[in-house]
Each structure stands twice: as C-alpha cells, then as structure tokens.
C-alpha cells in the first residue's frame, strides 16, 4: 500500500489546524470596516438564509449574524470550527450553525447543500487557498437561489506581472497552503464562466508590516521571505510601497471586494 500524496486542501488543514489560535483575533480577518463594507454591499435582510464558505473562526458570520435569519458556515478544518463555536458561544450568537465541509467535495446526502438553498452565500480572505477555484465558484453558485447574491473579499494581485510574481511567491512561504492570488480581470472571467454577473468590483490596499508574512513561519521561509525583498531593485521596492517605518518593514497587499448575482430564475 502506497502513501498518497498530500493535497493542498490537507496542507491547509495543518496549516491551520496549527494557527487557529491566530485568527481568533487576527487584525486582518476582524477588520470591522471591510466586514461593514461587505454588509452594506449585501444589503441583507431578515429572512435571508447565507451559507459562509471557508468560515474559519467565524468572523464574516458573526457580522451577518444579527441581519439574517439562518447562517451555515463551513470549514474544511475541525480546529478552526472549534474556535468559531467558542466565540459564538462567547457572544451569544444563536443563528449560526457550522459544519465541516469542503466546498470542492460538499456533501450531497445532506439537504443543508441541495442546489439553490441560500439567499447569500460568502467567501472571505479563503478562495487563494482553492486548489479548484473554479470549480468552487460553480459550487457557490449552486447553492445560490435564482438572483442570489455572492460575495467574495479575497487577497489579490494588481494587474502587474512582477508584483504578481513576487506576492504570490512570498506567500506561499508565508503559507505553505497558497495556491494563487488573482488579478481583478480573472476573478471577471471566472466569476462570469459560473453563471454569475458581477455587480461590484472593488480593489483596496492595506500596507501592512513584514511580520504578517512571517509571523509562524519557520525559519527556512522566513529567511527566503528576507532574502527576496532583499533583493528588490528601488523601482521593484517602490512598487510593493517597500518602506521602513519605526524600525519596522512595511509593504503593499492588495484586496478586492466583488458582489456578483446569480444569472437566471
């Protein structure tokens, strides 16, 4: 009997099953303006029912959680669910059920995933770590009823052929996990092959600092991390915003907001 490879959604388990402590309180996931911005694109109401996919601890759901009337988070990692029951327990959170499931391989036996169940369905800072990332946005799309609404915040990359390059390399030593970061005319194309129209499309940067891509890393990628920005010419430093402040290496990220609605019905 031979061993089977791993699959990058097994390094995402690990990779988080090790870090869930972290993204309990993560500055990045709990950003409250980015969760406003993603309620006031949704517009939800009452008797919406919204399925949060890749949840992690929870942090989009909880937002939602006192505009709708029933929310399903999944995560293909235990540990994470884990820490997302606590703080909904700690914040007194009824509506929000979470269930352990990939959103490449959902479990069809299970009417919670029958086709056009979910108002809204939501995606936050996860779908880089898609190994099928079309095949997922085709799943979310399913689960959406006729003219119902997806909403994706993700890492993404400018239309830039280095800064692509180099930010995607740099994290995926930051996490082993990554598969790839998409431009802004990707994520259109892709969203478009699903059956979707995109409603909004909206880019923001965050200059955050070194540490969020070293902070637990091991020292082997740490040290690539160092040696590529190292590297950098002055105009390949000045793209990334590659600056020194109190002491403290800082550098662009990019996000995008997207609000696609499901075409037919």
């Known amino acids: 009997m031979t061993d089977r490879s791993p699959t990058i959604e097994d390094r995402a388990r690990a990779v988080f099953t090790a870090r869930a402590h972290c993204y309990v ?7 409250p303006q980015v969760l406003g911005w993603l309620v006031e694109l949704a517009q ?45 327990e700690q914040q007194g959170v009824t509506n929000v059920r979470f269930v352990v499931a990939d959103i490449h391989e959902l479990p069809f036996d299970d009417e919670t995933f029958d086709d056009e169940q979910f108002d809204l369905v939501t995606c936050r800072r996860a779908a880089h770590h898609f190994s099928g990332i079309q095949e997922a946005l085709t799943e979310m799309v399913r689960m959406l009823k006729p003219q119902g609404l ?61 540490t969020s891509l070293t902070e637990c890393v091991s020292p082997q990628n740490v040290a690539q991390i160092h040696g590529i920005l190292d590297s950098l010419s002055p105009v390949q430093r000045q793209k990334l915003a590659l600056e020194e402040k109190e002491g403290a290496l800082y550098s662009n990220h990019w996000y995008l907001l997207i609000a696609a609605q499901k075409i037919g019905g």
């Open 25 to 31: 309180a993560s500055s990045s996931h709990t950003d």
């Open 44 to 88: 939800p109401r009452p008797s919406w029912r919204m399925l949060d996919v890749a949840t992690g601890a929870g942090h989009t759901a909880f937002a939602f959680a006192p505009y709708v009337d029933e929310i399903i988070g999944i995560d293909l990692t235990p540990r994470m669910l884990a820490e997302a029951e606590k703080l909904a």
């Open 150 to 210: 997806l909403l994706i915040d993700d890492r993404c990359v400018p239309e830039d052929d280095f800064v692509d390059s180099v930010m995607n390399r740099l994290d995926w030593l930051h996490d082993e996990s990554h598969v790839r970061e998409y431009r802004p005319s990707q994520w259109q194309a892709m969203l478009e092959a699903a059956g979707c129209r995109v409603v909004t499309l909206a880019t923001y940067i965050r200059h955050r600092p070194l």
